[in-house]
């Protein structure tokens, strides 16, 4: 058996150990190549980045990132106009935006407030009584911005303005409509935009 | 002689020098124990995957959490049982089997001692079962692949030093002078996995069954993650490797291709390994050059791992038609196959870019399962069947069934990946997507949720081929056993002769390849440790080092005395103290700065204020229940993440975190900045019944947390214990934990009952609350910089 082993062996034969033959072919060149280039790009990477700082690290990465981004939401916030009491209120008797609002309104807000606006875990919104501020620019605040400790999250930066605008308008066709068997009132009463 | 009826067998075991040269030994292999760990691994296998296929069911199809019949079944507590059974029981049974079997054989000696082997394999049994009970029943360390606490951990320790002196002790009555590749790699698993079990086990024990990490933060995500990338390594590769490098050569009966190859790779690995656990952790607040280093020393991985996959496939390359017809054949070539793409996939998922897409997804599971179901199992599968026949003197039971059991895995691996990696990247890149104005185009974490359900389907449907095949081979091997018997195997070996003028070990320890090695290594060290000017110049050195000796050591090849390294083959202590030494440098390089002095922010006073005591009951049942299985603490910095989950995560959020619990898989959203974000009720309503406040979530109830309680008079104890590893409780602050927790408990309850709830103060349920409201509120800004965890003023127009 060892004879015709060896007879097939492909490189010159080094050891046999419990019949088993080691053979002592040359690394294969690719191989070798492949090392080379890895343990070159890992110098070359980690000198880039944590000696010579020559490309960002993540957490400036993301700074940037940021910056950039701040910027172009300021551009287009400015482009959109200001969100006050009579733009949301105008948005409000816009059936498109309202139908959008509704849209929005059944994904994120009915798990607290109901699909009908009644309140459950959240406050009744059909209500005259408002724990934020019942004008229409207080509740996009409330949305945009979210009431941190009591429960209200920021809605603003997974939604974007758009959809907490919709959001909003939709809000605001709930206002006074008392659907039945809605929750009790919270906060202080409305007195009217 | 040989007493295997196998004639192929008794040609291979047959002793090339003439008995009439030297003195003989008769030796009788211990092939009993091995047997047994065949049988421990098979029967272990089975459990595992049942276990796995059931929590793939439990992500398809919540109710399969059972949560009306108790919490034993939920996903937190099962799926560390899954991961457990599969790595320990099933892997573990089958390499301490081939373990023993192999080294025996190459060293020509009878295993060390038979008591040692018995209390191995039962202690091993032993501690498997304390698993299976422990797990289910929610005593837990919260790290992942460790989760075993501290009375198990001793023992695993316990056993594991009976492996090591039964091994080492046959080592020393070995009759082969020289250790075979496979032997070095047992070394390196053996010395590696007691090193790494060791350290990251450390705790402060509490009670009977709870403790503390005695690392908290970052500083324990990173030792848990040097052990849990290493268990990956040296659990489940250097040792599947030497198992490869018996077996692949017996069944393909052809040379091994490579010693060079062998040497070379087997050096590199185990010391490249060893650093590669920062991978883990790339984009989280771990210190930057630590996660550098992990995705370095991952990429440069890549060769050293395809060393011995291209030793082994190149070893069967002579005997291609042998693949047609042997199942054993098909199930190592596939096998070394799968370990050539996994390490091929984890140096890519090692990018920090890439990382960034598949971190926290499907991707990873996909990933780990070609690992474990493909090169594991695969070759666990091939040794099998190659062996049982061979332990019990009788052909196969049923070709046609092993060939069946072959397609069925590898069919199953592919639809378990295929799914997987679509349901990785296609979450990853719906997490991400925006639209054009910015926001999130998926809100909602569980819209991402929802389109990737099917694909659970799908991949629970491939575990299940997986569980059938080896259930199938299970019949297969038992059908074996009962028509042969346990053979006996005997051999006559030459008894080693003490070699006169050896090579003293000094001049070993002491010799240019070592001397030139440590020195570049020490010059490498002093780079990453100096500034860019020094740096530079020890680089330039290192360099120069690097390229002189190579060209020194390539010189000394052709004047036909043994190399160094074989010299070193037959020295099976300085072999281990070298291996050590190797898989030492990057474990120390990497983890003792960071225990030296905690890793902070620069620039940024902070105060973190620790948990109060009822929060710190509400994260224990947090921990208990294993949600960091699927809910991750850690926002990285991506615009995306920081709009979906809120301001980054930074090292002072969890500085105070015994165990950390940054996790490693979002099959629900981040919580690290839960508190706060939604009403009590909310999470009461969302515990009791998760669809009832998300609709098509998968997450299982936690009813009974309602109406079970927690013992408010034991925290002081668990506060005592972390005010040893750092966390500043004072005397005052333990003397008043059940006060504190009172009025706390008080406060949420009545909370809870304004809006309709009736639930106890001292309620499991409200510890819970208490926790997950103070998630990300640890951490008071003293004196704001320019890194402070503020929100980004934008981001709320």
Avoid at chain 2, 284 to 308: D, H, K, N, R, Y
Avoid at chain 2, 562 to 586: D, Q, S, Y
Avoid at chain 2, 758 to 764: G, K, R, Y
Avoid at chain 2, 772 to 794: E, F, N, Y
Wanted: hydrophobic residues 45%.
């Amino acid at each position: 058996m060892t004879t015709k082993q060896s007879a097939t062996a492909r490189g010159p034969v080094t050891h046999e150990v419990d019949g088993i033959i080691e053979e002592d072919n040359e690394l294969p060149k690719w191989w070798v190549t492949a090392l080379m280039l890895c343990i070159g790009f890992g110098i070359a990477y980690y000198m880039a980045y944590s000696m010579y700082g020559i490309f960002d690290t993540p957490s400036v990465a993301f700074e940037k990132e940021s910056a950039i981004a701040r910027a172009k939401e300021a551009e287009r916030l400015k482009a959109e106009g200001p969100v006050d009491k009579a733009a949301l209120l105008l948005l409000s008797k816009d059936s498109a935006t309202v139908a959008d609002g509704a849209q929005v309104f059944t994904t994120t807000c009915a798990v607290c407030h109901a699909a009908n606006g009644g309140g459950g875990i959240g406050p009744n919104l059909t209500d005259d009584a408002w724990m934020h501020g019942g004008s229409p620019d207080a509740i996009y605040k409330t949305i945009n911005e979210g009431v941190t400790g009591k429960g209200m999250p920021a809605w603003g930066p997974q939604l974007g303005s758009k959809r907490v605008k919709a959001a909003a308008a939709y809000v605001i066709t709930l206002r006074g409509t008392k659907v039945a068997g809605g929750k009790e009132a919270q906060g202080a009463p409305f007195e009217g935009d | 002689m040989e007493t295997t009826p196998n004639a192929l067998e008794e040609s291979l075991e047959h002793q090339p020098s003439s008995p009439s040269d030297s003195k003989m030994d008769r030796i009788t292999y211990n092939d009993d124990v091995v047997r047994k760990f065949i049988a421990a691994s098979m029967i272990f296998g089975i459990v595992g995957m049942l276990v796995g296929v059931i929590v793939a069911l439990q992500l398809a199809w919540h109710p399969a959490n059972a949560s009306a019949a108790g919490p034993w079944f939920s996903f937190g507590r099962l799926r560390p049982l899954h991961t457990n059974a599969v790595i320990f029981a099933f892997v573990g049974n089958m390499m301490f089997a081939g373990v023993y079997h192999s080294t025996q054989r190459l060293v020509k000696a009878r295993l060390f001692s038979d008591f040692l082997s018995n209390l191995h394999f039962w202690g091993w049994q032993a501690i498997i079962v304390a698993a299976a009970v422990s797990l289910p029943m929610g005593y837990t360390q919260g790290k992942e692949y460790a989760e075993l606490e501290w009375p198990i951990d001793i023992a695993i320790t316990l056993i594991w030093v009976v492996f090591a002196v039964n091994f080492f002790g046959t080592l020393a009555k070995r009759r082969e002078k020289h250790l075979y590749v496979a032997i070095w790699f047992y070394i390196a698993t053996i010395v590696t996995v007691a090193v790494l079990h060791i350290v990251n086990s450390l705790a402060i024990p509490i009670f009977a069954m709870k403790s503390y990490s005695v690392f908290g933060g970052a500083q324990d995500a990173l030792v848990q993650w040097w052990y849990g990338h290493n268990a990956v390594a040296f659990f489940l590769t250097t040792p599947i490797l030497g198992i490869m490098y018996y077996y692949v050569p017996k069944a393909a009966e052809r040379p091994v291709y490579s010693y060079r190859l062998s040497i070379v790779h087997f050096w590199s690995l185990v010391f490249m390994y060893i650093w590669a656990g920062p991978h883990h952790l790339l984009n989280t607040a771990l210190p930057e050059w630590a996660q550098t280093l992990g995705m370095v020393f991952s990429v440069i991985l890549w060769p050293p791992s395809w060393g011995g996959m291209i030793n082994g496939l190149f070893t069967i390359r002579g005997n291609w038609e042998k693949l047609r017809v042997d199942p054993v054949m098909k199930f190592f070539a596939a096998g070394l196959t799968f370990y050539g793409m996994s390490t091929f996939e984890g140096p890519l998922l090692s990018i920090r870019s890439v990382s960034a897409l598949a971190h926290y997804t499907d991707w990873i599971v996909a990933h780990v399962h070609g690992g474990a179901l493909g090169w594991n199992g695969l070759m666990a599968f091939g040794v099998f069947y190659w062996l049982v026949p061979r332990l019990y003197g009788v052909q196969l039971h049923s070709k046609k069934a092993a060939d069946a059991h072959f397609w069925l895995a590898t069919v199953g691996i592919a639809i378990y990946m295929l799914s997987m990696w679509g349901a990785g990247i296609g979450q990853g890149l719906m997490l991400r997507a925006a639209k054009p104005d910015g926001s999130l185009s998926y809100a909602t974490f569980v819209e991402t949720l929802l389109a990737i359900k099917p694909l659970y389907f799908v991949r629970f449907g491939g575990g299940l081929m997986y569980l059938g095949g080896i259930v199938l081979m299970t019949w297969n091997l038992i059908a074996t056993v009962r028509a042969g018997k346990p053979v006996v195997t005997t051999v006559d070996v030459p008894a080693l002769v003490e070699e006169k003028n050896e090579v003293p070990w000094t001049q070993l320890l002491f010799a240019k390849p070592t001397l030139i090695v440590f020195t570049v290594i020490a010059l490498a060290i002093l780079t990453g440790a100096t500034n860019f000017i020094a740096g530079s110049f020890f680089l330039v050195v290192a360099a120069m080092v690097a390229v002189l000796g190579g060209l020194v050591l390539s010189k000394q090849d052709d004047d036909g005395k043994p190399t160094w390294h074989r010299l070193l083959e037959g020295r099976g202590l300085l072999f281990t103290v070298l291996t050590t030494i190797a898989i030492l440098i990057g474990g120390v390089a990497e983890i003792v700065p960071s225990l030296v002095a905690a890793p902070t922010e620069a620039g940024i006073a902070v105060k973190v204020d620790p948990y109060r005591p009822l929060e710190l009951e509400g994260r224990d049942i947090y921990l208990r229940e294993g949600c960091y299985n699927c809910h991750s603490q850690m926002i990285r910095p991506f615009r995306y993440e920081e709009q979906r989950y809120g301001a980054i995560s930074t090292l002072a959020d969890s500085r105070y975190d015994h165990p950390f619990q940054w996790g490693s898989k979002r099959t629900g959203p981040d919580i690290a900045r839960e508190g706060g974000k939604y009403p009590n009720l909310w999470h009461y309503n969302h515990l009791v019944d998760p669809r009832a406040v998300t609709a098509g979530s998968n997450m299982p109830a936690y009813k009974f947390l309602a109406t079970s309680s927690v013992d408010l008079e034991k925290t002081r104890f668990k506060m005592r214990g972390l005010s040893k590893v750092g966390v500043p409780y004072t005397q005052a602050d333990i003397d008043g934990s059940v006060e504190n927790s009172r009025e706390q408990g008080k406060a949420i309850a009545e909370d809870l009952k304004a809006n309709g709830v009736a639930v106890a103060a001292d309620s499991e349920m409200v510890a819970l609350v208490a926790y997950l409201q103070r998630l990300g509120k640890l951490r008071v800004d003293v004196a704001p910089g320019p890194k402070a965890a503020a929100l980004d003023p934008s981001l709320t127009h």
